[in-house]
C-alpha cells in the first residue's frame, strides 16, 4: 500500500488546502453516489480545516443533505465540554452551516452522562449507529497525529490496537488526558475508501518519518491507517525534516514507501567529499576533541561552515572581528586566523565553563594573544562595548541565543561601520521557521529576525539555506547599509 505525500510550507496553508481538498473530493464524490461519509478529527489543524471549510465560499457548491459527518475519535466527557472534539467542531463548522446540514446527519459520540456511564456505552452506542446507517464505508477519514505518532485514539503499546470484529472501542488509560476515550477500530478505519492524515510542526517529524516507512503499529499506529483506495498524508515542512527526501522541500505529491535516498547521509557523505578543500590541522582537531571531552554540546560550525566564515573575513579584509557565542572556541580559531597581522577577534560566551574550554585551546592554537573572550550575558556585554565607546567591528559572528537576535542586531548597528558583514548562524532550523505557531522561542526569535530586518533602513539581509553534516539549516547575511 503506498501512501501519497503532499507537503505544505506551514500549519495554516496546510489547514486552508486540506479544507479546499475536502470540498471539491465532497463534490465530486456526490456527482456519482450519495449519501457522503466522512469522519472528522479533532487537534489544532484538524479544527483549523474545519474553519477553513467553513470559510470558503466552495462550500455552497456541496449538498450538505447528502453529507454524514461521524468522528475519528472523542473524549469521553460530558456534552459541551469544549474539550470535546464535538464541541470544537460545531463551533469551527457545524453550527456556520445552519439548516444546510440536517441535524439527523451529524453522529456524534455519545457523551458521558447517567445513561451512558462508560466509554464501553458509548463505544456500543456508536457502533450501533453505524450498522443502522448501514455500516457505511467512510469515504473520507480525516486523522489527525500525535507526536508519539497515534491516531484517532489508537496509542503505541496500547490493547486497543489488537481489538479486530468491531467498529468502535473504549479507551481507557489514555497516555493523553483525558484517559477515557471512544475511538474508531483499524477494522473501520481501514475499511474507508480514502483515509488522510494531517500532521504540521517539528514535533511530529519523527513519527511521520516512522509512519511512512512503515513502522509496526505497535509502535507508530498512524502507520496502519490505510484507506481501501487512497492513503492521503497533508503536512507541512517541519514535519518533514525527518524524512532525509527531497519531499521535506516540495509542495508536490510523493509516494511511500518508495526507494528513499537518506538524505542526512548522503549529505554526509557530500561533506566527506569536499573535505579534502577544507583540512583541519591538529589545532583544530584538538579543539573539537576538548569541547567533546567537555561536555560541551555538538552545536558548533562544521569545518566547512569554519571555513566559508574564515573566507568571508577574509573578503572583506575584517581587521576587527566579533562573535557572540564561543562555546569551545572552534569558530573562533576559524575566525582568529583570518585576521591580519595587528587584527583583533572579540568573542562573547555566557557559560563560564565553556569560556575556559575554549581559552585554553585558544591559547593551545597559538591565537589567544589577539583573541579576547569576554564572559557574561551577551546583551548586557554588548551594552558595556557600546558604553566604552568601542572601535567598530569588520565583521560579526552570531551564533548564540535565538530569542535575542533582534536585540542583539540593534545593539550591534553601535558596534558597527557602513559595509560591515554580519552573520547570523542556524536561522533555518530544518524548516521550522514557516510555523508562525511554533513553540520553540529559538524559532519566534528568528521569525522576529524576519520582521526586523524587512525593509530595515540599515541592513541589507538575505538566507542562504544549507544542508550537511549539521542537517538542514541556513546562515543569514547582512551588510550595514552606507
Known amino acids: 500500500m503506498t501512501r501519497d505525500v503532499v507537503v505544505h510550507p506551514d500549519a495554516r496553508v496546510l489547514a486552508e488546502a486540506a479544507a479546499a481538498r475536502l470540498l471539491t473530493h465532497l463534490v465530486d464524490v456526490q456527482s456519482h453516489r450519495s449519501p457522503v461519509h466522512v469522519a472528522l478529527t479533532g487537534g489544532t489543524v484538524g479544527i483549523a480545516t474545519l474553519a477553513a471549510v467553513a470559510a470558503s465560499p466552495v462550500r455552497d457548491a456541496v449538498d450538505w443533505s447528502g453529507v454524514h459527518l461521524w468522528w475519528g475519535d472523542e473524549r469521553f466527557l460530558p456534552d459541551g ?27 456524534a459520540m455519545a457523551a458521558r452522562s447517567e445513561e451512558v ?11 450501533t449507529t453505524l450498522a443502522e446507517q448501514g455500516s457505511p464505508a467512510f469515504d473520507v477519514v480525516l486523522l489527525g497525529m500525535g507526536p508519539d505518532g497515534h491516531v484517532a485514539s489508537l496509542f503505541p503499546g496500547h490493547e486497543a490496537l489488537t481489538v479486530t470484529g468491531r467498529p468502535t472501542v473504549a479507551v481507557h488509560d489514555s497516555p493523553k488526558p483525558p484517559p477515557e476515550r471512544v475511538s474508531l477500530t483499524y477494522d473501520a478505519i481501514r475499511g474507508a475508501r480514502e483515509v488522510w492524515v494531517v ?5 511530529k517529524a519523527q513519527a511521520v518519518a516512522s509512519a511512512l516507512r512503515g513502522a509496526p503499529v505497535d509502535t507508530t499506529p498512524a502507520a496502519g491507517a490505510l484507506g481501501t483506495e487512497r492513503t492521503l498524508w497533508l503536512v507541512d515542512v ?7 527526501t ?3 522541500l516540495s509542495t508536490t505529491a510523493a509516494a511511500f514507501p518508495a526507494p528513499v535516498q537518506e538524505a542526512a547521509g548522503l549529505w554526509q557523505r557530500v561533506d566527506e567529499y569536499f573535505s579534502a578543500l577544507v583540512p583541519e590541522d591538529l589545532a583544530l582537531v584538538e579543539t573539537r576533541h576538548a569541547a567533546a571531552t567537555g561536555g560541551l554540546p555538538d552545536i558548533a560550525v562544521a569545518p566547512n561552515q569554519g571555513k566559508l566564515l574564515h573566507l568571508l573575513a577574509q573578503a572583506v579584509g575584517a581587521r576587527r572581528i566579533l562573535e557572540i557565542g564561543t562555546l569551545g572556541g572552534y ?4 575566525l582568529a586566523r583570518a585576521l591580519p597581522s595587528g587584527g583583533t577577534l572579540t568573542t562573547l560566551e555566557i557559560d563560564p565553563e565553556h569560556a575556559r574550554v575554549a581559552v585554553d585551546s585558544l591559547t593551545q592554537a597559538g591565537v589567544d594573544d589577539h583573541v579576547d573572550v569576554l ?3 551577551a546583551a548586557d556585554t554588548l551594552d558595556r562595548l557600546v558604553s566604552d565607546g568601542t572601535e567598530p567591528f569588520d565583521l560579526v559572528f552570531v551564533d548564540a541565543d535565538k530569542q535575542s537576535i533582534p536585540r542583539y542586531l540593534e545593539q550591534l548597528l553601535e558596534l558597527t561601520r557602513p559595509g560591515s558583514v554580519v552573520v ?19 524559532v519566534q526569535g528568528v521569525r522576529a529576525m524576519v520582521d526586523l530586518l524587512t525593509d530595515h533602513p540599515r541592513y541589507d539581509a538575505t538566507v542562504l539555506q544549507t544542508v550537511g553534516a549539521k542537517g538542514y539549516d541556513g546562515l543569514a547575511l547582512l551588510r550595514v547599509r552606507d
Open 81 to 107: 465540554d469544549p474539550d470535546r472534539n464535538e464541541t470544537q467542531a460545531r463551533a469551527a463548522l457545524i453550527d456556520a452551516l445552519g439548516d444546510a446540514l440536517p441535524a439527523q446527519n451529524v453522529h
Open 117 to 127: 456511564p462508560t466509554p464501553e456505552v458509548s463505544a456500543e452506542a456508536y457502533a
Open 199 to 203: 500532521a504540521a510542526g517539528t514535533e
Open 238 to 244: 517541519a514535519a518533514t525534516q525527518a524524512l532525509g
Open 246 to 248: 527531497p519531499a521535506a
Open 331 to 334: 569558530s573562533t580559531l576559524w
Open 375 to 377: 564572559v557574561g550575558p
Open 424 to 442: 547570523v548562524d542556524n536561522v533555518v532550523r530544518g524548516g521550522a521557521v514557516l510555523d508562525a505557531d511554533h513553540p520553540d522561542e529559538r
